[in-house]
């Protein structure tokens, strides 16, 4: 089995669900406390020993690729004015990995994002990672599939479970138990009615996949919506070899929605050492009134 190296950031997307705001900004770029989504994603993979990154823009993006790039006037202001600690937060984003972008010229869907990386993939195993949804946890999310997909060699999904009312928001997945953390995935259905949902356990947002995913994708045809569903094609590699799927450890937030973005942001300012105290202080005195 090769090494697990490289993982897909799918981030071409228009941000639909936090308009106004996304119109010219990409919501990879949203900012929860003083970090924008998709860094937290990188640092999630790098922390996973994932050093190869596929970022799949589109137009739109180039704030993506300006974040992560050598940003030298910045880093002379801040150094000729002595602020060595921002210097460093700053310089250390672009020597954090080697990133190499694609262009998703159409939006197709989830999956023709995926498959937009297919050159840089080759015959590997590889992760996917959808930056608006984050994560928190002392094991990283990517690392909890990682320890699963080298103990078995095989695909491995992150799956959170929602609500019945709320499974029509998501891909659900029909399982087999084989183990109280792990389960063998039969099927799945994007965005199903609550009364025909296999379950309640969707999928979250963090994947790995064997080399023959990507080979499915590539034959993939438009599904709902009429775009290239990554649901469809997991479907057809959970019917060749074991797919497996484990609930996430961690607090997570839908933070591409306004609501999941104000609680992320509460959640993990409140946990701030710097900003922690008096935000904690403003909120219980905006509370009490």
């Known amino acids: 089995m090769r090494p697990l190296r490289k993982i897909i950031f799918p981030a071409a997307g228009h941000g639909t669900r936090f308009l106004p705001a996304t119109k010219a900004s990409p919501k990879e770029m949203l900012t929860i406390v003083n ?37 030298f006037e910045l880093e002379s202001v801040l150094r000729s004015n002595g602020k060595q600690q921002q210097f460093e937060q700053v310089s250390q984003i672009s020597r954090m990995v080697e990133i190499i972008y694609v262009r998703q010229k159409m939006a ?3 999956g023709h994002a995926v ?35 080298e ?40 965005k199903p009615l609550p009364e025909r949902a296999p379950s309640r356990y969707a999928i979250a947002g963090r994947y ?16 709902a919506g009429n775009e290239i569903q990554l649901t ?14 484990i609930p996430l450890q961690g607090q997570r937030f839908d933070a591409g929605t306004p609501l999941g973005f104000l609680l992320a942001n509460a959640t993990l300012g409140l946990a701030d050492p710097q900003f922690g105290p008096e935000l904690r202080k403003h909120l219980e005195q905006l509370i009490c009134r």
């Open 35 to 71: 970090k924008p989504l998709i860094q937290y994603a990188v640092e999630e993979a790098i922390d996973a020993g994932m050093d190869q990154v596929i970022m799949v823009t589109g137009r739109g993006k180039r704030a993506i690729e300006d974040h992560f790039d050598v940003s």
């Open 208 to 223: 790995i996949f064997t080399p023959r995913l990507m080979e499915l994708l590539r034959e993939a045809m438009p599904g």
């Open 232 to 245: 469809d094609s997991i479907a057809r590699l959970a019917k060749e070899e074991p797919v497996y799927g």
């Open 115 to 149: 498959r937009c990386a297919e050159h840089w993939i080759e015959d590997e195993p590889f992760g996917v990672s959808l930056a608006d949804e984050l994560i928190i946890h002392d094991i990283p999310a990517m690392q909890q599939l990682r320890d699963v997909h």
């Open 151 to 190: 103990q078995t060699g095989c695909s491995v999904i992150g799956l959170l479970e929602v609500p019945r009312e709320h499974v029509s928001r998501y891909g659900i997945v029909a399982y087999k138990k084989e183990s109280e953390n792990l389960f063998r995935l039969t099927d799945m259905v994007e």
């Open 108 to 110: 197709l869907g989830l």
